[in-house]
């Protein structure tokens, strides 16, 4: 099956630093999704980028489905970004199952 | 307000007792998902369903039974047959999914902590 490689494993950042994290996988897809879990647990939608590129605030994201990755940018990083970055993708197998990557653990220090 | 709302938020289990954790959303889609996360670890899917009285087995279904006899429900029983059942579970569900449909993204509810003691 599909494999997800998430890099790098754990970053930790001063504030108002900038960061790129990135997922690799090795077929293609349909459709692709990264998140953020907060220290609660709780999953939230950051992107859902199965192609190109899109911006929300600090954070923006680029798909390059061809070449198999994806890319998460965080411009000038504050505390509350901390958690866990997960990338999903959804191969074209068309089962429309998400497979997760093993995350990006990262932490914001004050 | 749409969304998705997990019950209860923690569980605690005795060896030997199956227990359901309950998953409601209300947000008109299709297809719902659950998945197990272990302490530090990405999430696993262990059931999903695509459509009203339908479900299939995902990566770790052993020990898990699921239910979907509405559309806004999809519980999730954990049972004795489950060796390790304590974990972090979170219930999702997309809009899915005519066939040939591309597009799926999936929406998390808060999830629930399950502790077996």
């Known amino acids: 099956g599909i494999q997800v490689e998430q890099s790098p494993p754990d970053l930790i950042l001063q504030e108002g630093a900038n960061s790129t994290l990135r997922c690799n996988f090795s077929d293609s897809v349909n459709n692709l999704q990264w998140f953020h879990q907060n220290p609660w647990g709780q999953l939230i939608n950051l992107f859902y980028?199965?192609?190109g590129t899109k911006q929300n605030g600090r954070l923006s994201a680029t798909t390059v489905a061809t070449e198999r990755y994806s890319l998460l940018y965080i411009s000038s990083s504050q505390t509350t970004d901390s958690g866990v970055y997960f990338c999903?993708?959804?191969?074209?197998?068309?089962?429309?199952?998400?497979?997760f990557g093993t995350g990006t653990r990262l932490k914001v220090l004050a | 307000d749409g969304g998705i709302t997990q019950s209860p938020k923690y569980l605690f289990r005795k060896e030997g007792q199956n227990v359901t954790l309950s998953c409601e959303q209300n947000l008109n889609h299709d297809a719902m998902y659950w998945y197990r996360q272990d302490p530090g670890q990405g999430l696993r899917l262990i059931y999903y369903?695509?459509?009203?009285?339908?479900?299939q087995k995902g990566d770790i279904a052993e020990g898990y039974s699921v239910s979907r006899e509405k559309k806004e429900s999809f519980p999730l029983t954990v049972t004795s047959a489950q060796k390790n059942p304590t974990a972090f579970y979170l219930c999702a569900s997309s809009i899915r999914a005519d066939k040939g449909a591309i597009y799926n993204e999936q929406f998390f509810g808060p999830g629930t902590r399950l502790t077996v003691l």
């Open positions: 999903a993708v959804d191969p074209t197998s068309g089962t429309y199952k998400y497979i």
């Open positions: 369903s695509q459509i009203v009285n339908d479900f």
């Open positions: 980028i199965p192609s």
